[in-house]
């Protein structure tokens, strides 16, 4: 749809008939040349009775056939020589638009394509349209404004660049309050025929950004041109058109490596180094291995290779002329390069560097204290050990009862090199606080290249000593299930978590909550061979006591943590000492469960 430029030029002069008049009155004739003087300086100039408006005022030359043209419409009252121009800002006229003799009164219209004399499309810019009308009453000049502005309105600024020969990047600015815009871009090959047209999507107004391209185009050369379109389906040309070359891809991408530190001697752990490359086109390839200072040290392949992602592999060996074997490879910097060579004599060569360590970390320096006491009660709860490493490494505590069993094994974490600290509770990992005896403990610390050095066993002495002021036992809860039994003071405070033997099957010890009933020092069998110290009875016939004496022999400890009884609660002898003294008769309350 055309905008409509409507200008209106209205001219009347009065034409008074005196010439009878004047003949018959004299006094009327000396009236009139009085009032000669005051009619033409009230109806002679033209332009007292002409009227100009305008209901649009923007034109947009581009040829997408929206707003290319402007009509502009003319109101003459009376025949006149008309002549229509196009000034600029500086009032010159750079264009004409209609100039006709003798038009007719009424309406007339002439069409504009918003081009100068020459042809060429004017640039963007305020303009005014001039209409000059000359008839018997006179010459009426009248103008009105028009712009000229061949992008979508809504654009403010541009720029494009390449970006690594894939992408096109556009930087934008909408200005407006109440328009969108896009920007779309168009490429021709060298011949000028569109290769590629990408629309992305609508840009918000009244924001700054960029756009990207990705041009997805055989080599060679080619130029692309941004245009911008508002939401009225207005078009232009964002950013004149540049040249755009568009190059072979790189024959031989980065390298990449599995990691960065291997370990070649032969453990398993971080051997060897997996490293991979991408050819854009077939070619000739060599990978080899050569340590920092340029010597060789291996050939990983050499052979033609297709267009695609390819791998190498190096086992951390060398071949040693010497002995004609290969050979784990010294310890240092090595750097592994993959040359390719394509059909045209193109060369392309990428390297990356790995380290190759083969020493183990050093973990000395042991200090523990020499003994502990992890009964809950203030006293040696913990045994804090301090160890030195020779670098920075990854952790791990293995700790074993008197009996040679695991009761610790687990990461200490990502360690520092120089001194680390590390407490032990004197608990499994699962919570549970261990008996009293002699423990042995090994630090192993395994480096970034997977090495692994470990200090010597050393012992730490638990005791069984518990004092017996600390607090009183308020309940007592014994699972079954998992042989373990909880103390809690009358606050209800947890206070530590022991193994236990329960009753065998056959002789389980009773479910149920109870309360303690008598507390006695000695515990004897019926049959007189047998006997336990400290038992705390909450059942007649039940009790929680210490380690059972049988004939005259201690009864293997190791039945901790597994049914072992004849229906009593055995635990280590410091806590059957300790329940005994710090429960409370007919209050302490005694639960077993599962």
Excluded at 22 to 51: H, I, N, T, Y
Excluded at 58 to 73: E, F, M, R
Excluded at 252 to 272: E, F, H, Q, Y
Excluded at 280 to 292: C, E, F, G, S
Aim: hydrophobic share 35%; glycine share 8%; proline share 5%.
């Amino acid at each position: 749809m055309s905008h409509r430029m409507v200008m209106t030029l209205s001219s009347e002069i009065a034409r008074i008939p005196f010439g009878q008049a004047f003949k018959r009155d004299r006094r009327l004739a000396l009236l009139f040349l009085c009032l000669v003087p005051l009619l033409l300086f009230c109806s002679a100039d033209p332009a007292r009775a002409a009227e100009v408006a305008s209901n649009v005022s923007l034109i947009s030359p581009n040829g997408d056939s929206n707003s290319d043209t402007v009509d502009v419409t003319i109101t003459l009252d009376e025949q006149s020589d008309v002549t229509v121009d196009v000034l600029d800002q500086s009032s010159s006229p750079v264009s004409t638009i209609h100039i006709g003799a003798g038009v007719a009164a009424g309406n007339s219209i002439y069409s504009w394509n918003g081009t100068d004399g020459g042809g060429g499309v004017l640039p963007d810019g305020p303009y005014s349209i001039r209409l000059t009308a000359t008839g018997v009453s006179g010459t009426v000049t009248h103008t009105a404004p028009i712009d000229v502005q061949v992008h979508p309105i809504a654009i403010a600024g541009w720029d494009t660049w390449m970006y690594q020969n894939k992408w096109v990047r556009l930087w934008y600015k909408a200005n407006t309050d109440t328009d969108q815009v896009r920007f779309v871009l168009k490429v021709k090959n060298a011949s000028g025929g569109i290769v590629a047209t990408l629309y992305p999507g609508w840009k918000d107004p009244n924001k700054l950004g960029y756009i990207g391209y990705k041009v997805a185009l055989p080599p060679g050369n080619y130029s692309y041109g941004v245009y911008a379109q508002d939401s009225q389906n207005s078009w232009g040309l964002a950013s004149s058109w540049k040249d755009l070359t568009v190059a072979e891809p790189r024959l031989l991408s980065k390298m990449t490596r599995s990691r960065a530190v291997i370990s070649p001697n032969g453990d398993k752990v971080a051997d060897d180094v997996t490293v991979g490359y991408t050819l854009a086109r077939p070619a000739n390839v060599q990978v080899q291995v050569w340590t920092a200072s340029g010597s060789y040290v291996a050939s990983l392949t050499n052979r033609y290779q297709l267009a695609g992602a390819h791998t190498a592999w190096w086992s951390g060996m060398r071949y040693s002329t010497a002995n004609t074997r290969w050979q784990w490879t010294w310890g240092g910097h090595y750097k592994i390069k993959v040359v390719a060579t394509d059909a045209s004599h193109t060369t392309m060569e990428e390297a990356v560097n790995v380290w190759a360590d083969k020493t183990k970390p050093l973990v000395d320096k042991v200090i523990n204290t020499e003994s502990m006491a992890p009964f809950v009660d203030g006293y040696k709860d913990s045994a804090r050990i301090s160890f030195r490493t020779s670098e920075p490494g990854s952790g791990w505590i293995t700790i074993w009862d008197p009996q040679g069993r695991k009761v610790v094994d687990g990461p200490l974490g990502w360690l520092a090199s120089g001194w680390n600290e590390w407490s032990w509770n004197g608990q499994t990992w699962a919570g549970v606080t261990v008996p009293s005896g002699t423990y042995r403990y090994r630090i192993t610390l395994t480096d970034s290249a997977g090495n692994s050095g470990y200090t010597e066993t050393k012992n730490i002495p638990v005791s069984s000593y518990i004092d017996s002021s600390a607090y009183s036992i308020g309940s007592i809860y014994i699972d079954l299930s998992d042989q373990t039994l909880t103390a809690y003071d009358t606050s209800g405070t947890k206070r530590f978590k022991i193994l236990v033997s329960s009753g065998l099957p056959g002789m389980s010890t009773p479910k149920g909550t109870y309360r303690v009933i008598k507390k006695k020092r000695l515990l004897i069998a019926y049959s007189g061979n047998a006997w336990a110290d400290h038992p705390t009875y909450f059942r007649e016939h039940h009790a929680i006591h210490g380690w059972p004496y049988t004939s005259g022999r201690r009864a293997l400890r190791g039945t901790l943590g597994s049914p072992a009884s004849h229906g009593c609660v055995r635990i280590e002898d410091s806590y059957a000492k300790f329940i005994n003294r710090q429960t409370i008769t007919r209050s302490t309350v005694v639960r077993v469960g599962s």
